[in-house]
């Protein structure tokens, strides 16, 4: 199957942050509205999903909630970009009600993320095409700290591409993104390695759920 990547994002643009996972609880929605507002100010115009400011066990509504959500934003022409607020624990939930053959005939949008966005994310490269970011969420747009890892999902936003990769020489601690600490690769067998090409993964933890099924097939992909 033929990867394609979304257009580059264009001034009037609309994007929908959809909580296909966790929602935004009111403690944290001051955040939220700091990293809508630098979508809005970079010239994008901005729709909520109806569930994005709720959190209800252990997501941001039912599963029915939800997929209604992201059904709405993925099958409407003029939206351009889903951007879930971050991740969570329950994205598996949509799997089923999603037309993966339907989208594979639809021109892709931005999908960007990392946590339980992966769950999503994967599926929608292997079964329709779609090209996804396994990067920042756009709750932290509005992060001083993060500036700089924003810079590359920016980058992919305005011309459609990613940029190219390269080893972080730190990383950021989970859960303190004021604390980052010096990253290292070592290379099982040899002591050096060249690597290139498209990366298909995102969080390990939700993908080894669906190893096994259609959502992750490799062997189907290839």
Request: glycine share 10%; hydrophobic share 45%; charged share 20%.
């Amino acid at each position: 199957m033929t990867i394609r990547f979304p257009a580059p994002l264009q001034p009037g643009d609309r994007i929908a942050v959809c909580a296909v996972s966790s929602g935004v609880p009111a403690l944290l929605q001051g955040r939220l509205d700091a990293s809508l507002q630098a979508l809005r100010a970079a010239g994008f115009q901005v729709l909520e999903g109806a569930t994005l400011r709720r959190q209800q066990h252990g997501a941001s509504g039912s599963a029915a909630e939800r997929l209604a959500d992201l059904q709405r934003f993925l099958y409407d022409p003029t939206i351009r970009a889903i951007l879930p607020p971050w991740g969570g624990e329950l994205a598996m939930q949509l799997l089923p009600g999603i037309d993966f053959s339907r989208l594979a005939g639809l021109a892709p949008k931005w999908l960007c993320g990392f946590s339980d966005i992966s769950t999503l994310a994967v599926p929608l490269t292997l079964r329709a095409g779609w090209a996804t970011l396994h990067s920042p969420n756009v709750f932290d747009l509005s992060e001083p700290a993060r500036q700089q890892e924003m810079q590359a999902l920016w980058h992919s936003w305005r011309y459609g591409l990613p940029p190219q990769q390269r080893a972080a020489k730190r990383f950021w601690r989970f859960g303190d993104p004021l604390v980052t600490e010096s990253s290292r690769v070592r290379v099982l067998g040899a002591t050096s390695a060249v690597m290139a090409g498209r990366l298909i993964g995102g969080c390990l933890d939700v993908l080894s759920r669906l190893v096994g099924t259609p959502y992750f097939d490799l062997t189907a992909f290839k």
